[in-house]
């Protein structure tokens, strides 16, 4: 079958293409009656992102399935159980409750009946963030490749799993059919936030194409679209850090994402939380802040919050339990947890409840939350770069702590991911001084 690549770097146009070439794909009468395009992706967060894209498209109105590859395994090593080998099972067991059901998937897609048998529903394949498979999704697409019509994006750059070599799958993508590269940046026009970029990308000193500027003493480097600057801060004193970041924000037009490689950091958290509450005044009188934001969580991070302040007792009847989290039941994932209990009470009987079976109610609300699309958040936001990829925004700041961590090859991609999310303006704010003559900002 047909293997069309796209291959480019960030903001270039990859899902763009991906998608326009799967619309030319299905005008040309690739899907008959009751077939459907199979769009898969590593994370949810870009499921989602190609799922809005696709829904966008006349074209594959109702004619679409977007799904993660962890879904899309379940899925086949449900449907297709009988033909599950005692080791096959014992194969997957050893691996992870995500990873095992991707090898099964992966040993079933060898039989040429079950491809088949996938390629009737889904002749054609889009796979999004491709760079992101792991060797157990990668036999997935490869079980896939004979028997269905592929079209994926990639770029080997973007993968942000410290250590994990993408040589074997980019050559096998590169090799699978017919590689589109994919040059000219369309994200952005801005000059100095294009050559900081391609500086990272390319291991080069970030400072020699930017222009140094010194003001009160602090340097800072700048370019259109661009700045690079550090500040002092310490856990004793994180004000430096806050100002840094409130100030930046008062410059820009529109929402600011903040982004960083560890939301954990101590000195970022409390600097965030000043930026929440606090007003400065210039020498001129002027004022700006504060700037309420709000964090954009992993969905544990997220069922970890909603549950911090909650001391779940280890056994509880129904009663008790909804009497502890009705006040909180302004939250939905709390709410449909109760909601949970009660048809379990109802219908089956159950009148106590463990503290896992709460949390665990909770959790999978988030992620069915999150997999829809409801935990929309408006203004400013704060993010991890993990979370932020595949995604972009007019303004970015970016928190560059010590606490970063990886090997230089990783943290330039960090880097990287985070300067590029940016459509308008990037500012990279270094926790600390003279940090900037190492990686990822210099060879």
């Known amino acids: 079958m047909t293997f069309d690549f796209f291959e480019g770097a960030a903001g270039t146009g990859k899902t763009h293409n991906l998608v326009g070439?799967?619309?030319?794909?299905?005008?040309?009468?690739?899907?008959?009656?009751?077939?459907?395009?199979?769009?898969?992706?590593f994370m949810n967060g870009a499921r989602r992102r190609l799922d809005a894209r696709l829904g966008e498209n006349p074209a594959f109105r109702r004619r679409f399935d977007c799904q993660t590859f962890d879904v899309f395994a379940r899925t086949l090593a449900a449907r297709r159980r009988s033909l599950i080998t005692p080791a096959m099972q014992t194969q997957a067991d050893a691996l992870s409750e995500f990873d095992g059901p991707c090898a099964l998937a992966a040993s079933l897609l060898e039989n040429e009946s079950v491809r088949q048998w996938v390629a009737r529903s889904f002749p054609l394949v889009l796979v999004d963030e491709a760079q992101d498979l792991d060797e157990h999704r990668m036999r997935v697409l490869q079980g896939l490749a004979p028997s269905c019509r592929i079209v994926a994006a990639a770029d080997a750059f973007q993968c942000l799993h410290n250590g994990r070599d993408t040589a074997p799958l980019m050559g096998w993508l590169e090799g699978a059919g017919q590689t589109h590269r994919l040059t000219q940046v369309r994200r952005t026009t801005q000059q100095g936030l294009l050559a900081a970029a391609l500086a990272v990308r390319e291991g080069r000193d970030v400072k020699t194409v930017l222009t140094a500027n010194t003001f009160n003493n602090r340097t800072s480097w700048n370019g259109a679209g661009f700045r690079l600057q550090d500040a002092a801060a310490t856990q004793a004193n994180t004000g430096l850090l806050a100002w840094a970041i409130a100030n930046d924000m008062a410059q820009r037009q529109g929402p600011v994402v903040i982004l960083t490689p560890d939301g954990s950091n101590a000195i970022i958290r409390a600097a965030l939380a000043t930026v929440q509450t606090r007003q400065w005044q210039r020498n001129n009188g002027a004022t700006f802040g504060p700037y309420p934001h709000?964090?954009?969580?992993?969905?544990?991070?997220e069922a970890n919050a909603l549950l911090a302040d909650i001391a779940l007792p280890e056994t509880a009847s129904y009663a008790d339990l909804r009497a502890l989290l009705t006040p909180l039941a302004g939250n939905a994932p709390i709410a449909q947890a109760i909601s949970r209990m009660d048809r379990l009470r109802r219908a089956h009987g159950q009148a106590s409840f463990t503290a896992a079976q709460v949390t665990e109610f909770?959790?999978?609300?988030?992620?069915?939350?999150?997999?829809?699309?409801?935990r929309q958040q408006r203004g400013h936001l704060v993010m991890t770069i993990q979370r932020a990829k595949n995604r972009e925004f007019p303004n970015v700041i970016v928190l560059w702590p010590h606490t970063a961590t990886g090997s230089a090859e990783h943290l330039r991609r960090l880097l990287y991911n985070g300067i590029t999310r940016a459509q308008n303006h990037c500012t990279v704010i270094v926790l600390g001084q003279n940090r900037m003559n190492a990686p990822p900002f210099a060879p």
Request: some cysteine; hydrophobic content about 35%; overall charge neutral.
């Open 362 to 374: 909770v959790r999978e609300s988030v992620r069915n939350r999150s997999r829809l699309g409801f």
């Open 294 to 301: 709000s964090w954009d969580r992993h969905d544990n991070e």
């Open 21 to 41: 070439c799967a619309g030319e794909i299905v005008q040309g009468g690739v899907l008959g009656d009751g077939h459907k395009l199979l769009a898969l992706t």
